[in-house]
């Protein structure tokens, strides 16, 4: 029997309700995420990867498809889609085309740096899922893009895959189980595009990295025209675990529909930068203030979290401090769970020049195929330079948020929802801030007349008042 779960759940009861954090030590599953220990075979193996391989591999790839199901895993690289109903879209009977599973280890998001520790530390997790996950949608081979900046994590993960061969746990008759099952690595070139799937499979190709257009879907055309699955690092690192621990298990964690524990990085105006696995659902003020050291200057001098990634919109200090780091309670905050990668600032920055530097990023990344990403990411780079000075009026500031919305969902990939929301976040929580740029400068500047000054209505303008 695979499962061997020690149900510790990770919970503290009170007046009869289950908050999320604590999570235990013997619940983690990347447990040399600090490198602690060998990252390589001899301490993989003692740390309980390879353990009972075969006997997943022999239960079956529906059997691996409805654990991952059970245990309510979503995608770690984002988009939070349930992994094992994506895996299950792969056709379970071939029509002469061979099945690829491609891991997206590109990690481009700006303050992601969870996957990197996998490669660099727990190499062995990622290659034994690849083969687990690559089984259960009856894959030929395993494909892992890793960004051309991370040199050294792809020779770890280069040596992790001729371990496993020469140990006889990939290639012919893997782990003893009769599947044949290859593991390659191929290095990007450090294009944040690439992180989108199917521009990934095109670099992957061997051609420039733009995405393409969808019908076909990547699980009936993907990878040379054949079926394939793009997915990431850490949702595939975790799969050998739940094989071994049980759905219900992984399930135990986190609230519903949010199960599992996730690796969380926390950068920015804290007082120790981490990356650090923990329990999904767990409060963001306890995931800062316990594991991160607490933001610099104090709790009240917070301004705001971005808590997905640069692509999400950011929270403010009363949003913080109710926010669960789940997929839904985020989403209801009008914001995203992403890869749970956590910006923290606080009243030291100009909050206008934060998403400012945002805004230039994926205007530079935008690979150009889309007219409102092309050029909608260079006009919001424009206004927002301006408002950043104050020398706008008003109605720009309604000019970059219609903007914005005319970039989201009018684009091929996600891209142009990632340039527009952090934008849209901006003038949502901080709108005051920006008018009050404006009134400054034309305070400190009164000899400067806009054009369209004269025809705004002032912040405070009521609208009963219109003639």
């Known amino acids: ?236 690192a975790v799969c050998p675990t739940i094989m071994r621990r049980g759905g219900d298990w992984f399930a135990s964690f986190g609230r519903k529909n949010n199960h599992g524990t996730k690796l969380f990085c926390i950068s920015g105006h804290i007082n120790n930068p981490i990356t650090v696995e923990e329990e999904m659902s767990i409060p963001l003020r306890e995931l800062i203030e316990k594991h991160a050291g607490g933001v610099i200057g104090g709790w009240n001098n917070l301004k705001a979290i971005i808590p997905g990634g640069s692509s999400v919109p950011m929270l403010t200090r009363t949003q913080c401090e109710s926010a669960l780091m789940d997929f839904d309670d985020l989403k209801d905050k009008r914001s995203g769970l992403g890869t749970a990668a956590v910006i923290v600032m606080n009243n030291s920055v100009d909050i206008i020049d934060c998403i400012l530097r945002l805004s230039k990023f994926y205007k530079h990344e935008s690979c150009g195929q889309c007219t409102p990403c092309r050029e909608g990411t260079g006009w919001m780079v424009d206004i927002l330079t301006r408002i950043k000075y104050g020398k706008a009026d008003y109605a720009e500031i309604d000019m970059l948020e219609e903007l914005s919305y005319q970039i989201e969902g009018h684009t091929i990939c996600a891209l142009g929802d990632a340039a527009a929301w952090p934008v849209q976040g901006l003038i949502r929580t901080f709108r005051n801030e920006m008018e009050e740029r404006i009134d400054n400068y034309h305070s400190e500047n009164p000899q400067i007349d806009l054009p369209m000054s004269k025809y705004l209505p002032h912040k405070n303008y009521d609208e009963k008042n219109q003639i």
């Open 1 to 236: 029997m695979i499962h061997s779960s020690s149900k510790s759940y990770s919970e503290v009861t009170t007046t009869g309700t289950k908050t999320h954090g604590g999570l235990k030590d013997q619940d983690r599953i990347f447990t040399n995420v600090y490198k602690d220990g060998d990252p390589f075979i001899e301490g993989a193996l003692k740390r309980g990867d390879w353990h009972q391989t075969k006997d997943i591999l022999v239960n079956g790839a529906d059997w691996i498809i409805d654990e991952i199901k059970k245990s309510g895993l979503r995608g770690r690289g984002g988009a939070g889609f349930p992994s094992g109903l994506k895996y299950s879209f792969m056709p379970r009977v071939s029509d002469g085309r061979p099945s690829y599973l491609v891991i997206n280890g590109d990690e481009s998001e700006p303050g992601t740096c969870k996957d990197r520790e996998i490669m660099r530390n727990d190499p062995h997790k990622l290659i034994e899922g690849a083969l687990v996950v690559g089984v259960s949608m009856r894959a030929k081979a395993a494909y892992i893009y890793i960004r051309g900046e991370f040199w050294y994590e792809a020779n770890c993960v280069e040596q992790a895959i001729a371990e496993s061969y020469a140990k006889g746990f990939l290639g012919k008759n893997a782990c003893g189980s009769g599947i044949d099952f290859d593991v390659y690595v191929h290095r990007g070139a450090g294009a944040y595009i690439c992180g989108e799937e199917t521009g990934l499979l095109e670099s992957l190709e061997g051609k420039s990295g733009k995405p393409r257009l969808k019908p076909p879907f990547p699980a009936n055309a993907g990878l040379w025209g054949c079926p394939s699955t793009v997915t990431n690092i850490e949702t595939v």
